[in-house]
């Protein structure tokens, strides 16, 4: 009912910024909260930003906290993960989810995900 096509990922030096976006199409009405994703090769998915689609709030990992920021415009049913000051760690696969409902855990339980899009940062 939802699809999530991410796009933005790419090749960057350490101290570089990238923006991420993510486009929802079909029954976007239905999305409640929107979040992103990360993922390295033998290791388990991490919980990187999540923002609720009304009202704005949003909710970061510690490991990127001060550094990037997660905005929606909500005309063009987009979700996007500006990522400055990045680091080698930052290195992975992301994902762009969206959650039904009215749910407070903003970690997990997320019904709909995008296919991912590589981000690999340079040291």
């Known amino acids: 009912q939802v699809q999530l096509v991410e796009s933005g990922g790419g090749l960057v030096q350490a101290g570089g910024s990238l923006t991420l976006s993510c486009a929802a199409s079909?029954?976007?009405?239905?999305?409640?909260?929107m979040g992103w994703f990360r993922q390295t090769p033998g290791k388990e998915r991490e919980f990187v930003a999540a923002?609720?689609?009304?009202?704005?709030?949003?909710y970061y990992a510690d490991s990127v906290k001060g550094r990037f920021t997660i905005f929606r415009d909500n005309a063009k049913n987009t979700v996007y993960l500006q990522m400055n000051t990045l680091k080698p760690e930052d290195t992975a696969v992301y994902y762009c989810?969206?959650?039904?409902?009215?749910?407070?855990?903003?970690?997990?339980?997320?019904?709909?995900w995008g296919q991912g899009t590589q981000v690999t940062v340079s040291s």
């Open positions: 923002i609720k689609w009304n009202g704005g709030s949003t």
């Open positions: 989810a969206a959650k039904r409902g009215t749910s407070l855990y903003l970690t997990t339980g997320y019904d709909y």
């Open positions: 079909g029954r976007t009405f239905s999305i409640n909260t």
